[in-house]
């Protein structure tokens, strides 16, 4: 059965243009799974109106309070088998504990305008606004008889009382933990039977590619340079819309994170089809490899549609099977979630902290006030306080100043109201850097939250730096922060970016030549030195420390560009068409350039007084302090503030030769953050 489904379906089977002579296309489309779709999708039209309609009738419903800090409330449907069209709803208060089998929505809001209602309560039922999207909702996943119970957060929740949101919030993890089915909702964007036999498809050859000894990975670098295993052609008509929903919008929901990790059954409810997690899965293993393959139209659209949607499906399943393996006390912190879902969005932002709560080791009530939420401000300080109290300095690779700013925030707390900000140094929190070791991070908070003191030594004083890939291809100064580049995508195909790559990479080694003597600091040559700065000292590939023979395949690709510095005067050197005949002189190597970019795209390479080459945030100048608090995994940059003993601070760094506590034998001192 599995290899006619693979090798004798037409791969365009939903495709209304498909050639007449692929009869059973016609067959399967027009007589079974259109009638079916459309039968099912009137019947819920139809039985819908008896408890839901358009208008705002007198006498709305009111809610009651909660029995106890562990009730729920769950909304009853009862289809009357005798009166199909009858259906009666009701809000129902139960102990979590001993709830009955329910039903958990997950699902975009959309518009906050309440344009529909839903009558509760029997035998008087009384009106609840509600919203479109929730319209959608509950006419959608409703049985069309029978008797279920449903969570869904807009009318489950007294949205209108801070003390029911205050009292729900605790335990929204136990909500969807124990719910029977979560489902995940996503509107039918016109192909959603389209997508559903795609899928479908494709899990099954899934299993017909997958060999035993090889994981999700390994799969997906297998069909990358095998795309005649693919089991349908790269244009078939199901491709786009498999994309939609890999990258649809509901991904990005900060909620939808912990609503789908603790999940112990999950669907996916794509208009009026559902798709189980476990085949959603196996189809989604084809994407990336797809993407990969893909040329032409079809790949640029599925690039606007990644550049716009950060976030896919992938990503949470890949982190929900992860997350299995975790008890309470093992799971990630608060900071580190955080970190890993940067690119979730949330309608108000502190709900960037909140939803996350749920899948982290760090107790809800510490970031709970006894009146009401803490306010976004409140929420942030106290996220970079409880790192520093566990140990850790994930919070600082997205905080300082030369990061996107759009609140009043102290410089050492990231703003996460905003888009993703960028991380400095790529391996500093995963253990491969110890600069503050072995000592243990001393800090001091001031009584109004707005100071932060630390402890650690001055290392160095920047004496000049590099630019960034991105203000040469904006054409903005050196200087500027990451708040003024432009963050956008960037395709490396096109000859400005590969222009700007390279004359950075001049730039650069330039000022290694100018600056830095014959013998780097330690007794390394220079140009390893700056080699080994660029590839922060870890493989590209491993993430590993940098072993000799990688050492040696980047040095003999970057020396392609810094052998030709002897016959060039600083003039020509930074000259974007000097680079220009440089790369067609021969041939550009992906590699290098895949270092080039990495390395220097939002960062500087930077030379200290002392002679120490590093790499620092965006926006660094000359008089910068490089130093190493007690405890951290890397160098961070301060900007002093003129007439006083404070400091900005500015981002992280990665400093050649002081990363695994060289240097902590200096005399300590205490920084003031501001």
């Excluded at 050639?19 to 039985?47: D, E, M, T, Y």
């Excluded at 942030?380 to 997205?398: D, E, P, W």
């Excluded at 109201?417 to 960028?422: A, E, I, R, T």
């Amino acid at each position: 059965m599995r290899s006619v489904l693979i090798h004798h379906t037409p791969h365009n089977i939903l495709d209304p243009t498909n050639k007449p002579g692929l009869w059973l296309s016609n067959i399967i489309r027009h007589f079974i799974l259109h009638p079916l779709l459309r039968r099912n999708k009137n019947r819920r039209v139809a039985q819908s109106t008896t408890f839901l309609g358009q208008g705002s009738p007198d006498m709305p419903f009111t809610y009651s309070r909660l029995q106890s800090s562990k009730s729920i409330r769950l909304l009853e449907m009862v289809v009357d088998p005798r009166r199909p069209t009858v259906v009666s709803t009701d809000l129902v208060d139960f102990e979590i504990s001993s709830a009955p089998p329910y039903e958990a929505i997950s699902y975009c809001w959309g518009a906050p305008t309440k344009t529909h209602h839903i009558l509760i309560g029997h035998p008087i039922s009384r009106p609840l606004g509600i919203t479109k999207s929730a319209f959608d909702v509950l006419r959608t996943v409703r049985l069309l008889q029978g008797t279920k119970y449903i969570w869904i957060d807009s009318i489950c929740i007294n949205q209108e009382d801070t003390s029911d949101k205050l009292q729900q919030l605790p335990i929204m993890s136990d909500i969807f933990e124990r719910a029977s089915m979560v489902t995940a909702y996503i509107p039918d964007l016109g192909d959603a039977l389209s997508a559903s036999f795609f899928v479908t498809c494709l899990a099954w050859s899934y299993l017909t590619v997958r060999e035993p000894e090889l994981d999700v990975w390994r799969v997906q670098r297998f069909l990358r340079s095998h795309p005649e295993r693919f089991p349908y052609r790269l244009d078939a008509t199901g491709w786009p819309s498999l994309t939609k929903i890999v990258h649809n919008p509901i991904w990005t929901r900060a909620w939808i994170t912990q609503e789908t990790v603790l999940a112990r059954r999950w669907r996916l409810v794509y208009g009026e089809v559902c798709i189980s997690m476990g085949v959603l899965q196996m189809a989604t293993i084809f994407v990336d490899a797809w993407d990969s393959a893909t040329t032409g139209p079809t790949k640029s659209d599925l690039d606007g549609l990644k550049e716009k949607e950060a976030t896919s499906c992938i990503d949470l399943f890949f982190y929900k099977g992860r997350f299995k393996k975790y008890n309470i006390e093992q799971r990630p912190s608060l900071a580190d979630n955080i970190l890993t879902f940067l690119s979730c969005k949330a309608t108000m932002p502190e709900d960037k902290v909140y939803a996350l709560l749920g899948i982290s080791s760090d107790s809800t009530s510490l970031f709970l006030q006894q009146k009401g939420f803490m306010t976004p401000r409140q929420l942030y300080i106290q996220v970079v306080i409880q790192a520093l109290k566990a140990g850790s300095f994930r919070t600082f690779s997205i905080s300082g100043a030369s990061h996107l700013r759009g609140m009043d925030l102290p410089s050492w707390v990231p703003d996460l109201s905003l888009d993703p900000p960028l991380t400095g140094t790529r391996a500093g929190h995963n253990g491969q850097y110890a600069a503050g070791s072995p000592l243990k991070a001393e800090y001091i908070l001031s009584l109004d939250r707005n100071e932060l003191r630390m402890r650690g030594i001055l290392l160095e004083h920047i004496q000049v730096s590099s630019s960034t890939i991105t203000a040469v291809r904006a054409g903005v100064p050196s200087e500027c922060t990451l708040s003024r580049l432009a963050l956008t995508s960037h395709d490396l195909t096109d000859p400005k970016w590969e222009l700007a790559c390279k004359a950075v990479f001049l730039e650069a080694a330039s000022l290694v030549r100018e600056y830095i003597p014959d013998i780097y600091v330690g007794g390394v040559d220079p140009f390893e030195a700056l080699c080994r700065t660029l590839l922060q000292d870890r493989c590209p590939d491993t993430s590993g420390a940098l072993d000799e023979p990688t050492l040696a395949k980047a040095m003999d690709a970057l020396s392609r560009f810094f052998a030709v510095l002897s016959s060039l005067d600083d003039t020509e050197m930074l000259n974007l068409e000097t680079a220009s005949s440089m790369g067609n002189s021969q041939e550009t190597d992906g590699d290098t350039l895949a270092v080039i970019v990495d390395a220097l795209m939002y960062q500087q390479v930077a030379i200290t007084w002392k002679g120490h080459l590093a790499l620092v945030p965006a926006g660094t100048k000359e008089g910068d302090t490089v130093c190493i608090f007690q405890g951290a995994p890397t160098p961070c940059v301060l900007r002093p503030v003129r007439g006083t003993d404070r400091y900005i601070f500015w981002g992280e760094a990665y400093v050649q030769g002081c990363m695994q506590g060289e240097a902590m034998d200096q005399e300590k001192m205490w920084f003031t953050m501001i």
